[in-house]
C-alpha cells in the first residue's frame, strides 16, 4: 500500500506558478512510476504528466506541454509538478497517482493504470 497527500495547491493570478508536491510513504517510493491528474468543475478527471520510476522519463497533455514540468525526487519520497504560466481553464483538483509497483506503463495516460492516488489539491487560477 502506498499513501500520497498533495500539497501546495492554492489560488493565483493568470500567469502566475504554483508547484504541487506529493509526499509517498508506505513503501518503496522509486519502486513507482507517477502520474498528475486533475478535475475541473463539471468535468472529468483528466491526465496531466506522468514521470517514469528514475524520473528519466517525462510525459505531458498537450494542454500543459511546456509549461509544466514534473519531477521527483526518490530520496525525498516525493513527486513534484511545477505548474507556471497558470491559465484560468488549469483551475481544478490536482491528484497524484502511483502506478502498480515495478512498471513504467505505455498506458500512463489512463486512470486504470495508476492504483493508488491522493486526495487532491485545489489550484484556482484567477484572470
Known amino acids: 500500500q502506498v499513501q500520497l497527500v498533495e500539497s501546495g495547491g492554492g489560488l493565483v493570478q493568470a500567469g502566475g506558478s504554483l508547484r504541487l508536491s506529493c509526499a509517498a510513504s508506505?513503501?518503496?517510493?522509486?519502486?513507482?512510476?507517477m502520474g498528475w491528474f486533475r478535475q475541473a468543475p463539471g468535468k472529468e478527471r483528466e491526465f496531466v504528466a506522468a514521470?517514469?520510476?528514475?524520473?528519466?522519463?517525462?510525459y505531458y497533455a498537450d494542454s500543459v506541454k511546456g509549461r509544466f514540468t514534473s519531477s521527483r525526487d526518490n530520496a525525498k519520497n516525493t513527486l513534484y509538478l511545477q505548474m507556471n504560466s497558470l491559465k484560468p481553464d488549469d483551475t481544478a483538483v490536482y491528484y497524484c497517482?502511483?502506478?502498480?509497483?515495478?512498471?513504467?506503463?505505455?498506458?500512463?495516460?489512463?486512470?486504470?493504470?495508476?492504483?493508488?492516488w491522493g486526495q487532491g489539491t485545489q489550484v484556482t487560477v484567477s484572470s
Open positions: 508506505g513503501r518503496t517510493f522509486g519502486n513507482y512510476a
Open positions: 497517482a502511483a502506478q502498480w509497483a515495478g512498471r513504467d506503463s505505455a498506458y500512463y495516460r489512463l486512470e486504470g493504470t495508476y492504483a493508488y
Open positions: 514521470i517514469t520510476r528514475s524520473g528519466g522519463n517525462t
